[in-house]
């Protein structure tokens, strides 16, 4: 299935609808008039979710521990694929996806996991990802649909963008500012109590600079309002999120040897292993999907250039 791209004067996406409908690449346009990736490009050949600039979470984010959940009173079995025992970053991140509509600007695509011989989930349901590139600004929407007949289904949306830490400048000492509200203790990723506000959280919102902080937590709190300020290349992203996306997820490098060149902002609309925690009153995020029922979550980012 061939690459897709949309593209601006200032803004080029490609996607790849057979792995995911994920993002290969997001690029700007640099000063020279050459194309800069903002989000960590493949590398090719491609041969994990892991590698795609971007990837769509569904109809779960990030862990749900040792791979099961109970819902409804029923205990539920999910694919453990990742080296610690748990399910991460749902179900359709990998899957071949239609392409339902495209313009030079827009694309949607579709996944039905009835139509999947493997679904990995016990319920049915279709996800839908629309991505419009408008100038500067991408906007990409989430829509999950419970497709069965009869039971309620726990539900989560997400994207796991890699976001670059330089760009055309190698002066650049990315900085972030992020309105999240608490921190939830989590040493594997997986939430031990409610989330607390805390140090880290205050640094976020006043804006820190990420190198040599190591972080891989789940906070409660959208990102919407975030800025990354890209100082030496002269670029400031601000992002939005509809209320739907009620976490954030962010990665800069815990647990590597050292940071990546990368770090991950992620918008979700649960906590990590959310299906465990529901009816804790943790926060979890965790939306009951009704038979027929539809969830929506809407992402958009936006790049100012600072005249130089």
């Known amino acids: 299935m061939p690459l897709i791209l949309l593209e601006s004067d200032s803004v080029r996406l490609t996607l790849n609808p057979a792995l995911g409908a994920g993002v290969a690449r997001l690029d700007l346009s640099g000063p020279d008039g050459d194309w800069t990736p ?43 694929d990742w080296p610690d025992g748990t399910a991460i970053h749902g ?32 319920f049915p349901f279709k996800v839908t990802a629309r991505y419009e590139i408008e100038g500067p600004r991408l906007a990409i929407d989430l829509d999950l649909t419970n497709t069965d007949s009869a039971r309620t289904m726990p539900a989560g949306l997400g994207l796991h963008p890699y976001f670059q830490r330089r760009l055309w400048n190698d002066e650049d000492d990315v900085r972030l500012t992020l309105p999240v509200r608490s921190r939830y203790a989590a040493p594997r990723m997986l939430p031990l109590s409610p989330p607390d506000d805390d140090a880290i959280c205050t640094a976020l919102r006043l804006g820190t600079r990420l190198s040599g902080v190591l972080l891989d937590d789940c906070f409660l709190g959208s990102l919407d309002g975030a800025r990354i300020d890209y100082p030496a290349s002269g670029i400031t ?17 815990r647990g590597m040897p050292e940071q990546p060149p990368f770090f991950c902002l992620e918008p979700v609309t649960m906590a990590n292993n959310g299906f ?33």
Request: glycine share 8%.
């Open 91 to 122: 179900c359709v991140k990998d899957r071949p996806w239609r392409i339902l509509d495209r313009s030079p600007i827009s694309a949607r695509f579709g996944y039905d996991a009835a139509l999947d011989p493997s679904p990995g989930f016990p």
């Open 276 to 308: 465990n925690l529901a009816g804790r009153g943790w926060h979890d995020g965790v939306i009951p999907l009704a038979p027929g029922e539809r969830m929506h979550a809407r992402f958009t980012l936006d790049v100012e250039r600072r005249m130089r």
């Open 237 to 253: 992203v601000r992002l939005g999120a509809s209320p739907a996306f009620t976490h954030t997820v962010l990665y800069t490098g």
């Open 38 to 80: 903002l989000w960590r490009p493949v590398t090719e050949p491609i041969t994990s979710f892991n590698d795609l600039a971007c990837y769509t979470l569904a109809p779960w984010s990030n862990r749900i521990e040792n791979a099961r959940f109970e819902w409804q009173g029923e205990c539920h079995e999910l694919l453990a």
